[in-house]
């Protein structure tokens, strides 16, 4: 079962921000957030992941409530080539870093 | 960095055949591999998890002499549909992680489509 909780569906504007919400309200201490996107016919694109800390890098900006029991990806200036099935997703070592794939946020980027 | 390849992009082939999928790391060390499967307007579903130098872990389901997975070194890993049928078509999904620090994320590869006819 996925342990975490998305929209179904969103649209964002081209060269507007992006804000993905996740709730994870069970997570456990040890689990990290990662967020992976796919585009149509294509394996999944690993995008961010974090533990507590808002965490940022060239693609997104990871941001985590300070209860750890919901995150946000935000893409900064979301670009056409950004639509795709965006997935939030938390494991750990204990789980054998296994990624469960539960129906992710399909993100469609209008111009 | 970390770029994964798998290969074949796509296979057709009879009823009955076996297909074998490679998927490699290609500039770093997977100690652990993945394998999932696919199928239309479906998310990804995990088969097994294959370490390096020792039998692969099948996920519950997952008929583990239909898909043989060889994990022989860091940066190979294969996945063996054996007799494969109709029902086996699917898109196939290997990722690799370095495994060392609990947190590194997979990376994966482009995935293999394979049609049974």
């Known amino acids: 079962d996925a342990k975490t909780t998305q929209p179904t569906s969103m649209d964002c504007a081209e060269g507007r921000a992006a804000n993905l919400p996740c709730n994870h309200s069970?997570?456990?201490?040890?689990?990290?957030v990662y967020w992976y996107r796919q585009i149509h016919s294509q394996g999944p694109q690993y995008i961010i992941h974090?533990?507590?800390n808002n965490e940022t890098n060239e693609m997104a900006s990871l941001i985590i409530t300070e209860d750890r029991k919901s995150s946000t990806l935000i893409l900064p200036h979301a670009t056409l080539r950004d639509t795709a099935v965006y997935y939030c997703?938390?494991?750990?070592?204990?789980?054998?870093?296994?990624?469960?794939f539960g129906g992710g946020t399909r993100v469609l980027v209008k111009p | 960095g970390a770029v994964v390849s798998q290969h074949p992009s796509w296979v057709i082939c009879k009823s009955g055949t076996s297909v074998k999928i490679e998927c490699r790391s290609l500039?770093?060390?997977?100690?652990?591999m993945f394998w999932y499967r696919q199928f239309p307007k479906q998310s990804l579903m995990l088969m097994a998890t294959?370490?390096?130098?020792?039998?692969?872990?099948?996920e519950q389901g997952v008929e583990k002499d239909k898909f043989l997975i060889n994990h022989a070194s860091l940066t190979l890993s294969t996945l063996t549909v054996t007799s494969a049928h109709p029902e086996d078509s699917s898109f196939y999904i290997c990722?690799?992680?370095?495994?060392?620090?609990?947190?590194?994320?997979?990376?994966f590869g482009d995935g293999t489509r394979l049609s049974i006819l």
């Open positions: 990722s690799a992680s370095t495994g060392g620090r609990l947190n590194q994320p997979q990376h």
């Open positions: 069970t997570i456990s201490g040890n689990e990290y």
């Open positions: 974090g533990l507590k």
């Open positions: 997703i938390v494991s750990d070592k204990a789980a054998g870093n296994k990624l469960t």
């Open positions: 500039d770093f060390q997977a100690t652990t």
């Open positions: 294959s370490n390096e130098g020792s039998k692969a872990t099948y």
